[in-house]
């Protein structure tokens, strides 16, 4: 219905070419809003949900989608700076973008369905989804009041917003709010609260402070799927997760902090993607992919899938092991399936009762989902790092000294990595030094 700015264009289909070079555009923050080419039809059906919903009010939720054919080049001047100072899941993608959108469904006899029915969606080549959900938080409710009006004042606003170098506090003005958030970087201590107030002396009003310009609550939809300690052990496998959209949002994929997941993931994905026949073909193997989907036509299509996940709000009623039992993927429904993991594979790693018993403390208490989050992501980053230190030290043990490194001899060679010395080095270094959790850590390895 509107595009801002005006410049930026749509293509109707898939194209392979481009009809004339972007314009040049501010290498600001805010420019990441009109950036390259996307299929108009493409953003309409990632915009609404993708099953019939009951629920009136706001939602929101985000999705990442394909760049339309043609040139992978960006206008930003500052792309390599930028990529080489951020923290690897924090760049820019060349052939991607990130949709944030906001969608509200009320009732309204004037509407000849009987109810208003409509979308606010920005879209950025950074992931930074907290941000861009806050920032729509402001946005969206003025634009269905005043439509058109305010889209051009807020853009005016955004195109005079300092660009995003990691390391540093931005301090983003918008509609008369100031929204101070810190851009991480690649230097940055893993698992480590960035969040510092500066020049705030001179802000009239008070700065909206952002803890985080890109993690959203984890414990609220996948708290569920969490306490079960553990993912199963094959990572490359396809993953398809099943529920409300806005839960979706925080993707599986960040769980693997501070590693960058390298395949292809989707937080929201319908049946109109362009990629919707090769994703669900069973003529050959499924794709490396994470997948968050609301229509249950997915649970039946996609069925041959190793990892389904249920994503739901935690149920703490019951007996605690079975709320956290990994179910064989032979028993998944479709609409009454419970919130879980629903697996052909077997895990490696016991459950942390630890882990459960404060979650469930919390939830007892009425802890902050935000505090319960929190605790999740320390914990999957620890269990991260436990997995990731005895390769870390092997690797090194391959490499050439430092004295053997001149300029007068031929470069020293790395020995090969054999599995089997691997695997007696983790008898003395292994996971055991950093971590408690019990389970076959060899047969993970391996």
């Not at 469904?105 to 806050?134: E, T």
């Not at 004042?153 to 170098?165: F, K, L, R, T």
Request: include cysteine; charge should be positive; glycine fraction near 6%.
């Amino acid at each position: 219905q509107l595009v801002y700015p005006h410049d930026f264009r749509l293509t109707e289909k898939e194209v392979t070419t481009l009809p004339s070079p972007p314009p040049p555009l501010p290498a600001a923050l805010g420019a990441s809003l009109a950036v390259g080419f996307l299929q108009k039809t493409s953003i309409c059906y990632l915009s609404f949900p993708d099953s019939y919903s009951g629920g009136l009010g706001d939602t929101q939720f985000s999705f990442r989608l394909r760049q339309a054919g043609g040139a992978r080049s960006s206008p930003f001047q500052d792309d390599g700076r930028y990529n080489r100072e951020a923290p690897l899941a924090l760049q820019r993608e060349a052939a991607h973008y990130f949709g944030y959108v906001y969608f509200r469904q009320v009732k309204d006899s004037s509407m000849r369905r009987g109810y208003f029915q409509k979308s606010l969606v920005l879209v950025s080549r950074l992931p930074y989804v907290n941000l861009f959900q806050c920032l729509l938080q402001l946005i969206a409710p003025e634009y269905f009041d005043k439509l058109e009006p305010c889209l051009e004042a807020v853009c005016n606003e955004i195109d005079q917003w300092p660009p995003p170098v990691p390391g540093q506090t931005l301090n983003l003005p918008v509609m008369g709010v100031v929204i101070q958030v810190r851009i991480p970087s690649r230097v940055d201590k893993p698992g480590s609260s960035p969040v510092k107030q500066c020049n705030q002396e001179n802000l009239l009003p008070a700065p909206l402070v952002l803890p985080s310009v890109h993690e959203l609550d984890l414990f609220r939809p996948w708290g569920c799927c969490a306490r079960v300690g553990t993912a199963p052990g094959q990572g490359l496998s396809p993953v398809l997760a099943w529920g409300d959209p806005a839960g979706l949002c925080a993707c599986p994929c960040s769980c693997l902090a501070p590693l960058r997941y390298c395949c292809d993931f989707r937080p929201y994905f319908t049946i109109h993607d362009s990629e919707f026949k090769e994703y669900t073909t069973r003529t050959q193997a499924p794709p490396n992919i994470v997948v968050g989907v609301t229509n249950p036509f997915f649970i039946k299509t996609l069925q041959h899938w190793p990892h389904i996940l249920r994503v739901g709000e935690p149920r703490m009623s019951g007996d605690l092991p079975k709320q956290v039992k990994v179910k064989k993927l032979a028993k998944l429904k479709t609409l009454d399936t419970k919130p879980g993991i629903y697996t052909s594979y077997k895990t490696f790693l016991h459950k942390d009762k630890t882990l459960i018993k404060r979650l469930l403390k919390g939830i007892q208490r009425k802890r902050p989902s935000e505090v319960q989050s929190a605790l999740l992501r320390r914990h999957l980053l620890e269990l991260t790092q436990s997995f990731i230190i005895p390769l870390e030290h092997y690797m090194a043990s391959l490499m050439p000294l430092q004295r053997a490194i001149t300029p007068w001899k031929n470069p020293p060679q790395i020995r090969p990595f054999c599995q089997e010395d691997f695997m007696k080095s983790l008898e003395h270094a292994g996971p055991q030094l950093t971590c408690v959790l019990k389970g076959d850590w060899l047969g993970l390895y391996r």
